[in-house]
């Protein structure tokens, strides 16, 4: 029987932030399960279009990649999502599997969840960015958000580590809330100085490069104009060897399950 695992991240358009962390995760999985016929799916339309036009490269969606499973003779498909919380994105994509399930076109077809989804994942979460947190200075992470359910998540994260004792952490959003307005909230009310500004994304892109640190909109932009000293971290979560576990944990869990 011909089984293959499709890999699916929203995507980027930075090669080297997508080597080090797209890339990476995939090559552990390839690694991991050898007899795999191993593939890769994005789900934003705008980055595949970016890297077909402006690079030469193609890259499936997630229905895309479906088809040329089915058409290439896999009877057995395990997807793993790269997406942090169960939003838009992971909505849409369980939706798609109900679709596909209907169509009868494998004989299996099952979802791994994002990383944070159970409440396990926040436990291993917090694990993973220890050597980000254990520092002296104060901690943002500044994170997509969501105006879907799905943006508790973050709040969910927050009140563990502030239960475990990391009141020099804040989890602030682009999209929903807690915003950049809570974010220099928190700074004002904790008379705080200095802090660490860190992406909580999977890779270090277009986010993280314009709206963290790059135009004059930035959260380090605007929080320097409030009198806070601001370093920043350059770096996706996928890039932590921890983090990366952590949804080959999950891809265990729908392989391994019968």
Request: net charge positive; glycine share 6%; proline share 2%.
């Amino acid at each position: 029987m011909k089984k293959s695992i499709l890999v699916v991240s929203f995507g980027t358009t930075f090669a080297n932030a997508g080597k080090i962390t797209i890339d990476a995760i995939e090559n552990r999985i390839k690694n991991e399960y050898a007899a795999y016929e191993v593939r890769r799916a994005f789900t934003s339309q705008t980055v595949i279009k970016i890297l077909k036009d402006r690079y030469g490269i193609f890259v499936d969606t997630p229905e895309e990649a479906l088809k040329k499973l089915y058409e290439d003779g896999y009877e057995e498909v395990f997807i793993q999502p790269l997406h942090l919380i169960p939003g838009s994105e992971y909505s849409n994509l369980k939706n798609l599997i109900e679709i596909t399930r209907g169509e009868n076109l494998f004989k299996k077809v099952k979802l791994g969840t994002p990383a944070v989804y159970s409440n396990e994942d926040y436990e291993l979460l917090i694990d993973a960015i220890k050597d980000i947190i254990d520092r002296k200075e104060a901690v943002i992470f500044m994170g997509h958000g969501s105006y879907s359910y799905s943006n508790k998540c973050y709040l969910k994260l927050q009140a563990l580590l502030n239960d475990k004792g990391y009141k020099d952490v804040f989890i602030g959003v682009m999209e929903g809330q807690p915003c950049i307005k809570s974010v220099i909230n928190w700074v004002k009310e904790n008379k705080i100085k200095e802090v660490m500004l860190v992406p909580f994304m999977l890779v270090a892109g277009t986010h993280v490069k314009k709206d963290m640190c790059g135009n004059e909109n930035s959260w380090k932009k605007i929080l320097e104009k409030e009198g806070i000293k601001v370093k920043v971290y350059l770096h996706g979560l996928g890039e932590l060897a921890k983090f990366q576990e952590i949804y080959l944990k999950h891809l265990e869990k729908i392989i391994s399950v019968v």
